[in-house]
């Protein structure tokens, strides 16, 4: 067995520029498969991290019905809001503790005579931190209190919608009214998130002069099950809003839930690109078929030579499945340093934005390992026809062959 | 003296479009143990069908080849290739060497399909190495000998197996005369060693290295 493996290996640094066209074909498939694997993976990683953060108590009300299944994924596109009613029958159901709304508008902020327009995030401050305590985390300057009246804090971002440097003590001017910058956030891990202006709640119900909530954060009570008090609540909304039930204008979540629905969305995302990156995998098996065939031909009466000293076709036929075999396995290699290259490229193109150490590029041992068996298979597997046609030639008809 | 290989009423047609050829017709043939034999014939006369047959690389139409005392005509091929490895060597006008393996890795070339470990082999292709005057060369690969060289190393491969036969198809017929007539002294040595010899050649000189000429013609036996 060993022999043959030599003998192959032989072959393949015998036409080198053949054997690299031919590896460079399954090393584009596997690199492509590796980097998507590593970083869907990688991403799943930091959305279970994130969703840890979070706590498995809490629960999330938006607007907007549930659409085929996955809750709250449409609210965004609805121009359906919740308001203080809503929150007061929140607060009615059963195993609830803490109802926190929130208030996101995009608005215009004027900072030093520039005008750019933002999101505006308005969370009461004493809900917020009982129910997160490390939700916000500052990089300067101090956290909101209660009682500020015309102070705001800023994302880590900030800086990209104005000229003149945001720094604490700064004065924004929203809706022509001016508040101080009084800290700024460490990079949170979203975009929108790092970019958004962090406000009071009841100071942004005066200044929006608005009782609509994009989202209602709900904590339960200790020994209740997240589940149930959704049901809780879903039912009193119902009823207070006298809707059907399956017709509800509200969808709620608990953090498994989305969780569970990040993961559809995630997986559905990864089944795409993957099937995608095979098709090119594919090709390279056939790029890898059409050598070996090329090389049956080409040593057709180096294949009777062999059979004439002795060889079994059985032989013949495990030399050439090692030779493409090979040419999956080096493919496979070069291909995962090279997947895995680019989805680390990925991780440091990504966390300017999300923030260092967040999103985390996947490098299983089971993702190298899996990568290598699978080149060498489909190696093997383009090598099987070819493989049997060199095994099958007649010595004496090989032997004639010029 | 004893046979080694016998052939008996053997026919072999090729069938070409809607013609046959009859490559060789009623062919009755004895070799004996230690025999230097030389089989000669204009070209189409049905040699090369004669060499392949007699070295199981090819099956008969019709009749029984017996190769120390095995009936090849009713073999399977895997147990036919491993009757070639053994009991027969190879010599070919082309030298066939393998070009991506040295002059040693050559010669232990048929050892690797009887299943010798990897020392034995080398050790025994380093002995055909001395035996052939070629362990200069041992590493060297096929494009960088000569056609002397290269025919000395395949007839050491032929004597890989240690066969008790030796077939060589027109040996010097791509050397010129001097390193012909060397590759034929080995053969000859050979022979006296006692190795049964089987020589395919059109060229009469050559042919008084042998103890017996057979003359085919059209597939038959002329003399």
Known sequence: MKDYFFLALKNIKRRKLRSWLTIIGILIGIAAIVALISISQGMEDTINEQFEKMGTNKIIIMPGGEIEGIPGMMSGMMAEYLTEDDVETIEKAKGVEIVSPIIAKVSKVEYSKEKAYTFIYAWSMDKRKEIWEDMMEIAQGRDLEEKDKHCVVVGDDINDLFDKEVKIGSKLEIENESFRVVGILKPTGGRDNDLAVYMELKIAQELFDTNEFMTIYVQIKDGFEPTQVGENIKKELRKAKDEKEGEESFSIQTSEQMLEAFGIVLNVIRVVLIGIASISLFVGGVGTMNTMYTSVLERTKEIGTMKAVGAKNSDILLIFLFESGLYGLIGGAVGIVLGLGISKGAELLASPYLGAGIFKVSMAWWLILGALLFSFVVGTISGVLPAMQAARLKPAEALRHE | ?223
């Not at chain 2, 009423?9 to 090729?14: G, I, M, R, W």
């Not at chain 2, 290269?150 to 008790?164: F, H, M, S, W």
């Not at chain 2, 017929?173 to 080995?186: H, M, P, R, S, V």
């Open chain 2, 1 to 223: 003296m004893e046979l080694i290989i016998q052939l008996k009423d053997v026919y072999k047609d090729y069938v070409m479009g809607n013609s046959v050829v009859k490559a060789v017709c009623n062919v009755n043939l004895d070799i004996r143990k230690g025999d230097f034999i030389a089989i000669i014939g204009p070209s189409g006369s049905g040699k090369s069908t004669m060499m392949n047959l007699v070295g199981a690389l090819d099956i008969a139409t019709r009749g029984d080849i017996f190769l120390d005392n095995i009936n090849i005509e009713h073999v399977q091929e895997s147990e036919l290739a491993q009757i070639r490895g053994e009991k027969i060597g190879f010599v070919f006008q082309t030298f066939n060497l393998i070009p991506t393996l040295t002059a040693i890795e050559n010669i232990a070339l048929p050892m690797i399909f009887q299943g010798i470990s990897k020392e034995e082999r080398m050790k025994k292709a380093e002995e055909i190495l001395e035996q052939v005057k070629l362990m200069h060369r041992r590493n060297h690969f096929p494009n960088e000998l000569s056609g002397g060289e290269r025919q000395r190393v395949a007839i050491g491969r032929a004597l890989a197996n240690n066969p008790e036969v030796i077939l060589a198809d027109e040996p010097t017929g791509n050397l010129d005369t001097k390193t012909g007539k060397t590759a034929l002294e080995i053969l000859k040595k050979l022979n006296k060693q006692g190795k049964t010899i089987i020589m395919v050649t059109h060229n009469l000189e050559m042919a008084k290295y042998a103890n017996k000429v057979i003359k085919l013609k059209d597939g038959k036996i002329v003399k």
